[in-house]
């Protein structure tokens, strides 16, 4: 399931270089005025623990949990911010493949809904409570991989036979949405990861807590044996596993490896660029 993106690439790599300007001028900015509703730093939910996965809350109750407000700096995001998806069903994994640990199509597959309507910034809240991630952790991915548009779409191929309904000419992309969701990846979520943005942020959030759950068996076998194998209870390296497929693989000078998708999302997570008045324009 690798998810290296082109749009992730060339969306990093501006961001990057909007980060050696800005840092200086939006690392203590303050939501108030129009940022009114605006997260508070660190935002508002924590990760929770190896095992948490049984104890979760469901779509209903992860929604009772989030700070309601009407702050929007991703206008352009409102019609995929209010699409539920319809009939969506991810294709379970094979278990004779020994891929993933069995619990993954009953704990993760099967709980991905994208069951939730409202602001960008309140489906990052739901999607962090739904799995018990931070919700600063989503908007930092979503930062690096989109900017916060859910129209963002990338990883273009160029077999006609790969190409997605809808996009014929080739080449044509096969991952879309706010986080970067990679439809060959996750067999079943198109159009949905295009249309919706919860189904999108909610795709984040199940891979991020099957991964630090220590479901993801295949990715024993990948990435940098320096810095040990795959295991249980390193959500650092789950984020970079999002990215590129691979575990810890090249080195944080290296924007384009795992490593480096670490780096910067770390970066931005302290950042807070979705703080700066210059976030919404």
Not at 116 to 144: H, S
Not at 239 to 248: C, D, R, T
């Amino acid at each position: 399931m690798k998810s290296s993106r082109t749009a992730a690439l060339v969306l990093g790599a501006f961001a990057v270089l909007a980060g050696l300007v800005l840092y200086p001028s939006i690392r203590h900015a303050v939501a108030k005025g129009d940022f009114a509703g605006a997260p508070p730093r660190s935002g508002y939910f924590t990760l929770r623990p190896v095992g948490s996965y049984a104890s979760l809350p469901d779509d209903a109750a992860a929604a009772a949990e989030v700070h309601r407000s009407s702050w929007e700096p991703r206008e352009d995001n409102t019609a995929y911010n209010n699409t539920f998806p319809h009939s969506l069903r991810l294709r379970p994994a094979k278990q004779a493949d020994h891929s993933y640990d069995p619990r993954w199509n009953t704990y993760i597959l099967k709980r991905i809904t994208g069951n939730y309507a409202g602001t960008t910034d309140e489906i990052f809240q739901w999607a962090a409570a739904k799995w018990g991630v931070p919700d600063n952790l989503l908007r930092a991915i979503a930062y690096m991989e989109s900017g916060w548009n859910q129209s963002n779409y990338g990883d273009f191929v160029r077999n006609g036979a790969e190409c997605l309904p809808g996009y014929r000419k080739l080449p044509c992309p096969v991952t879309f949405g706010i986080v970067g969701v990679k439809s060959t990846s996750w067999h079943g979520i198109f159009p949905w990861n295009h249309d919706s943005t919860a189904a999108a942020v909610d795709v984040l959030g199940g891979w991020l807590r099957g991964c630090y759950e220590g479901w993801v068996w295949w990715l024993r076998a990948h990435g940098n044996r320096s810095h040990g194998t795959y295991k249980a209870g390193d959500i650092w390296g789950c984020v970079g596993a999002w990215y590129s497929g691979n575990w810890y693989d090249g080195s944080p000078n290296h924007q384009q490896s795992g490593q480096g998708y670490i780096y910067w999302t770390k970066h931005w997570e302290e950042v807070e660029p979705w703080l700066s008045r210059s976030f919404g324009f």
